[in-house]
C-alpha cells in the first residue's frame, strides 16, 4: 500500500532558527514529490522534486530529494512568523498517470517572535 | 482573477441530511479533485475528474457523489450515508489529468450534528 510519513508532526521554533522538515515515502512506481503550505484554508504548492540529488530553492525554503532512501526534506532558513503553517508533502500514486495524490499527515509548524 | 471558489466557508446540517458543497474553477483546467482533512491528518482523496462528464471514486468515496457537467463546476454531495462527515472539504484543480501541481480552493468546512 503506497503511503507518505512525515516528521515531525509539529514543531515550535523561535524567529531566526532553520528546521528541517521530513517526508518519507513508499509507493509504487514513483513520479514526483511535492510540497504544500497550508495557512489556514487553502494548501499552496511549493516544489516539485523529480530527480534524486537536486535541490529546488525559493528564497530561504529549499528542497531535496533522495530516491534512494525514499525520502525529501524541506529547509527553511532564517525564519519568519510567516512561515507557520501546515507543511504537506504528496507523491503521485496509482499504476497510471491520473493526476492522484496521497498525502502525508503534514507537519505543523509554529514560529514564535 | 483566476482560481477556485468553493461556497459556503462554513455549512451545518443535522444527520440524516444530504448536502452539497459548491466548486468552482476559471483556470480552464481539464481535471478536478475533491479532498477530506480532519484534524491531524493531510489530506484524503474522495473523487476526482479527470475530464468534464467523467469521474472516478478515490480512496474515500462512501458516502459521498459528484457530477462533472460542466468543466468549471465540479460539486460534491455528502449523502446520509457518510458516517462521520463533519469535516474540512478541499476542492483542487489541475491543468490536464496528469499534472501533479493541483492548484486548491479556500475550503468549506462542513459540521453534521
Known amino acids: 500500500e503506497d503511503k507518505v510519513v512525515q516528521s515531525p508532526l509539529s514543531l515550535v521554533v523561535h524567529e531566526g532558527d532553520t528546521v528541517t522538515l521530513n517526508c518519507s515515502y513508499e509507493?509504487?512506481?514513483?513520479?514526483?514529490l511535492l510540497w504544500y503550505k497550508q495557512e489556514k484554508k487553502a494548501p499552496t504548492f511549493l516544489f516539485m522534486l523529480?530527480?534524486?540529488?537536486i535541490e529546488k530553492k525559493s528564497g530561504r525554503l529549499s528542497s531535496i530529494l533522495d530516491k534512494k532512501e525514499l525520502f525529501s526534506i524541506l529547509n527553511i532558513t532564517a525564519t519568519q512568523t510567516g512561515d507557520s503553517a501546515v507543511y504537506l508533502c504528496?507523491?503521485?500514486?496509482?499504476?497510471?498517470?491520473?493526476?492522484?495524490?496521497?498525502f502525508g499527515q503534514g507537519t505543523t509548524l509554529q514560529v514564535k517572535p | 482573477d483566476g482560481g477556485i471558489t468553493q461556497s459556503p466557508k462554513y455549512l451545518f446540517r443535522k444527520e440524516g441530511q444530504n448536502v452539497t458543497l459548491s466548486c468552482e474553477q476559471n483556470l480552464n483546467h481539464d481535471a478536478m479533485y475533491w479532498y477530506r482533512q480532519d484534524p491531524g491528518q493531510g489530506l484524503r482523496l474522495i473523487y476526482y475528474?479527470?475530464?468534464?462528464?467523467?469521474?472516478q471514486k478515490g480512496d474515500i468515496a462512501e458516502g459521498y457523489s459528484v457530477s462533472r457537467e460542466k468543466k468549471e463546476s465540479f460539486p460534491l454531495t455528502v449523502t446520509s450515508a457518510q458516517k462521520n462527515p463533519t469535516a474540512f472539504y478541499l476542492c483542487?484543480?489541475?491543468?490536464?489529468?496528469?499534472?501533479?501541481?493541483?492548484?486548491f480552493g479556500p475550503g468549506t468546512r462542513l459540521t453534521v450534528t
Open positions: 475528474s479527470q475530464i468534464v462528464n467523467d469521474f
Open positions: 504528496a507523491v503521485p500514486h496509482g499504476s497510471s498517470n491520473t493526476g492522484k495524490l496521497i
Open positions: 523529480t530527480s534524486s540529488g
Open positions: 483542487a484543480s489541475s491543468p490536464t489529468f496528469d499534472s501533479y501541481e493541483q492548484y
Open positions: 509507493v509504487t512506481n514513483f513520479r514526483s
